[in-house]
């Protein structure tokens, strides 16, 4: 079992004052999960991407190539924060902000960004920042959406889940949209690793795609799965076909498919100056839940 680290954080408002004072921060463990897995719940949304990877492999870190640390006693947790090539606060008020700020700002940038709740990431940049230095971009605004019924608009019937032989045929558009949204490419140091990410996520059944002539002209994936949501991620339509439609019918059939097989509500965020993008989602029939922000290194 990981050893405590140690860090003095207050817990929630509902604590007592002399838990405030010595509730610790402290790499938890695969004893911790139960207690995780409860505050996870309460963050069926912007825990996400968290409670999928522990779900799948629990909170060891042989297991994960990440640290979770964590905030409040054994038994209730109060905040978490996952750190390896995210940086993801879960449930983090100010005083944990702080606390796992001082922790993470004690050692150099490992994390590739800062994504989760805008109240939590923000604040933890602020004070990551003296230590960590230059980032490239920080998305303030990022509205995170969901919905829960079928689209109320007719889904492209010829969006379906992508073949595994059709993984090249998918692989550009992949990396076309990672570059036009994040500003690098997914494939400036060899694109091994990004295939591999493309062809497993056709495999898993979470890669749709529209077809015309042999080439995507829409694709979005789940990027994300748990028991309460799957997260869309990767929506992109080629740009010469833009602005005829294919985006919304195309995200109407994702949210059919993913409803009917996957998930109970559908999940995604979205830049707040993205304007297109947001009228495609309200057309689908997502509303908003809450505010995302990233910060990229």
């Known amino acids: 079992m990981e050893n405590p680290t140690v860090l003095s954080c207050p817990p929630g408002a509902s604590g007592s004052l002399e838990d405030m004072l010595t509730a610790p921060v402290?790499?938890?463990?695969?004893?911790?999960?139960?207690?995780?897995?409860?505050?996870?719940d309460l963050e069926p949304y912007t825990g996400a991407q968290v409670a999928e990877r522990i779900a799948a492999a629990?909170?060891?870190?042989?297991?994960?190539?990440?640290?979770?640390?964590?905030?409040?006693?054994r038994s209730e947790l109060?905040?978490?924060?996952?750190?390896?090539?995210?940086?993801?606060?879960?449930?983090?008020?100010?005083?944990?902000?702080?606390a796992f700020a001082d922790l993470i700002g004690s050692e150099g940038r490992i994390c590739s960004s800062i994504v989760g709740d805008a109240t939590a990431v923000l604040p933890l940049w602020e004070r990551l920042c003296p230590a960590w230095g230059y980032a490239r971009d920080v998305r303030e605004c990022q509205p995170l959406l969901v919905a829960d019924a079928p689209a109320p608009v007719t889904a492209d019937p010829e969006v379906?889940?992508?073949?595994?032989?059709?993984?090249?045929?998918?692989?550009?558009?992949?990396?076309?949209?990672?570059?036009?949204?994040?500003?690098?490419?997914p494939v400036i140091d060899g694109d091994t690793g990004y295939r591999d990410r493309v062809r497993d996520l056709i495999r898993s059944g979470r890669a749709y795609a529209r077809f015309i002539d042999g080439q995507v002209v829409f694709k979005a994936e789940l990027a994300v799965i748990t028991r309460h949501t799957a997260q869309v991620q990767g929506v992109w339509t080629a740009p010469e076909w833009r602005g005829r439609g294919l985006?919304?019918?195309?995200?109407?059939?994702?949210?059919?498919?993913?409803?009917?097989?996957?998930?109970?509500?559908?999940?995604?965020?979205?830049?707040?100056?993205?304007?297109?993008a947001r009228r495609v989602y309200a057309h689908c029939g997502f509303r908003r839940v809450g505010t995302f922000a990233t910060v990229l290194f």
Request: charged content about 25%; overall charge neutral.
């Open 78 to 98: 109060d905040a978490l924060c996952w750190l390896g090539a995210n940086l993801i606060p879960v449930h983090v008020g100010p005083a944990a902000v702080a």
């Open 160 to 185: 379906r889940l992508v073949r595994p032989d059709e993984v090249d045929l998918l692989y550009p558009a992949s990396v076309a949209m990672y570059t036009e949204e994040v500003g690098v490419s």
């Open 58 to 73: 629990g909170l060891s870190r042989r297991r994960q190539d990440a640290r979770i640390f964590g905030c409040g006693n």
């Open 247 to 276: 985006a919304t019918a195309g995200m109407a059939a994702v949210v059919r498919d993913a409803l009917r097989r996957v998930a109970p509500t559908v999940t995604l965020y979205v830049n707040d100056f993205n304007e297109a």
């Open 26 to 40: 402290r790499l938890l463990g695969d004893t911790d999960r139960a207690a995780v897995e409860r505050l996870l």
